[in-house]
């Protein structure tokens, strides 16, 4: 949740060095046209019924076992092949992956 707020505060001196007069249009806007920077500062927001963070456990394909760290793969052993992981749960009930939702949207940010 950290990295989520230290990325919504990043659009915010975005903002500011865009040197535009209106910080609600701004932020709408790049939620239009950023996808997942949208969807960061969706969760930043932490509103009612929007999308949250979420810890649930993942399969693990018995072919990306060997891939797996040493901490997850005993986690794995003992929980049949499903590590635990953050996810996003956006309202629509999909589930994205917090660390590849969040270097998808610093991308973004760092094109403004």
Not at 36 to 52: D, H, K, Q
């Amino acid at each position: 949740m950290l990295a989520v707020l230290l990325l919504d505060a990043a659009v915010d001196e975005a903002f500011v060095r865009s040197g535009e007069s209106d910080v609600l249009e701004f932020r709408a806007r790049l939620a239009t046209t950023h996808r997942e920077l949208g969807l960061v500062m969706e969760v930043a927001a932490m509103r009612e019924g929007g999308p949250r963070l979420v810890l649930e456990p993942v399969e693990v394909a018995v072919a990306d076992t060997p891939a797996l760290g040493v901490e997850d793969y005993m986690v794995s052993l003992y929980n049949d092949r499903t590590v635990p992981r953050v996810l996003v749960a956006p309202a629509d009930g999909g589930r994205r992956d917090v660390h590849a939702l969040l270097a998808a949207a610093m991308d973004e940010l760092l094109r403004l």
